[in-house]
């Protein structure tokens, strides 16, 4: 039996190679399409690659009719944050007209199960905790908004049957593969675990702690960090839930349990046995104390519950940054 292709758009970045890695362990064939504007050309390593952009729709028609996937994972689009302040018309024109010409492409050929890489970020500041599915979405950045009007969309495509379609709203993805083969590569980075590490390392002089007084345990942020193996597998079962005739639905995936800025020092500490050199800071606007997933609706529509921690995210992300020179 020849094995089914899935397209995974922007499956040369971070989670969309981890995805890849977790797909071709369950027998389906990952086919890369991406500009490799952010992502990495050695991180294709379990199918072949197309390059070619999500705005263009001829080379996405050309890609789809050569290839015939039979569902679409999107993981392609600018990611942070404080660029979208800088730059919301870039953040429009990728995130949500790219989305859009992918969409109407995948549907012109047919294909009709989307998986999409949405963010907490579309829930805007957090009305109360843990953050479910069921909290309003009110996204106070550029990035958030972008995110929102492409969830939106897939509502009206389901509505009249067009598509239908995952929207998995990510916390904090960390961590890397345990075999060390890919990992976290973002430029810039701004992620916090990668961040600290490469302090850890020695690449960066010191990490900021953005304010010590929030009404947390000890004083600092908590975030939900999720291994991005437990997302790659969240992912093979979306795809597995739409194939087998699953509805559109949105869906958390994290820990449900935070770890603080302080925690996560340590944690790095412990692991690579070396201080952190620490700058203490005022709290940046706009930061909320605390986000944590309501994570109950993945286990209950996809069977999914996290298997890792925050120390075998560290651990892996420790592995991989120290071997790579990038
Ligand atoms: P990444 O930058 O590592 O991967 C994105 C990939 O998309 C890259 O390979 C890049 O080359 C490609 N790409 C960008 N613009 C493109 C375009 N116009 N045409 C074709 N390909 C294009 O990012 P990531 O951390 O793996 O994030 C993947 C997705 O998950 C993003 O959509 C992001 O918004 C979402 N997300 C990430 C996090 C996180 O913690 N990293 C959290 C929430 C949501």
Same mark, same amino acid.
């Given at each position: 039996m020849t094995e089914k292709t899935i397209l995974v758009v922007g499956g040369a970045g971070y989670i969309g190679s981890h995805t890849c890695l977790a797909l071709a362990n369950k027998g389906y064939l990952p086919?890369?399409?991406?500009?490799?504007?952010?992502?990495?050309?050695?991180f294709v390593k379990w199918?072949?690659?197309?390059?070619? &952009?999500?705005?263009?729709?001829?080379?996405?028609?050309e890609v789809l009719a050569k290839h015939k996937p039979v569902a679409a994972l999107h993981f392609a689009g600018l990611i942070e944050v404080?660029?979208?302040?800088?730059?919301?018309e870039a953040f429009y024109d990728v995130n949500v007209v790219g989305s859009l010409t992918l969409l109407q492409a995948l549907m012109e050929a047919d294909i009709r199960s989307f998986v999409f890489s949405s963010t907490c970020a579309t829930y805007g500041r957090p009305e109360r905790l843990p953050l479910d599915e069921t909290h309003p979405q009110n996204p106070i950045n550029p990035y958030g908004r972008t995110k929102h009007i492409v969830e939106q969309a897939l509502r009206d495509f389901d509505l009249c049957n067009r598509m239908r379609s995952v929207m998995l709203r990510y916390f904090n993805a960390a961590g890397a593969d345990f075999e060390g083969?890919?990992?976290?590569?973002?430029?810039?980075?701004?992620?916090a675990i990668p961040l600290a590490i490469e302090v850890a390392l020695g690449r960066r002089p010191h990490f900021s702690i953005f304010g010590e007084d929030y009404?947390?345990?000890?004083?600092?942020?908590i975030r939900d960090y999720?291994?991005?193996?437990?997302?790659? &597998?969240?992912?093979?079962?979306?795809?597995?839930?739409?194939?087998?005739?699953?509805e559109t639905v949105d869906i958390n995936l994290g820990t449900g349990t935070g770890t603080t800025v302080k925690e996560l020092i340590s944690a790095i500490e412990t692991v690579s046995g070396r201080p952190m050199p620490v700058v203490k800071t005022e709290r940046r606007a706009g930061d909320p104390p605390t986000l944590v997933a309501g994570n109950g609706k993945a286990e209950?529509?996809?069977?999914?519950?996290?298997?890792? &921690?925050?120390? &075998?995210?560290?651990?892996?992300?420790?592995?991989?940054?120290?071997?790579?020179?990038?």
């Open positions: 086919l890369v399409y991406d500009n490799f504007s952010g992502g990495h050309e050695e199918g072949p690659a197309e390059q070619g &952009d999500i705005r263009d729709r001829v080379r996405l028609r404080g660029q979208s302040f800088q730059e919301p083969r890919i990992g976290e590569w973002h430029t810039p980075e701004t992620h009404d947390t345990r000890d004083g600092s942020c999720i291994h991005v193996n437990d997302l790659a &597998d969240a992912h093979v079962r979306a795809v597995e839930y739409l194939l087998n005739g699953g209950n529509v996809l069977g999914w519950k996290p298997k890792h &921690d925050i120390n &075998d995210i560290i651990r892996s992300a420790w592995n991989w940054h120290s071997r790579f020179n990038g």
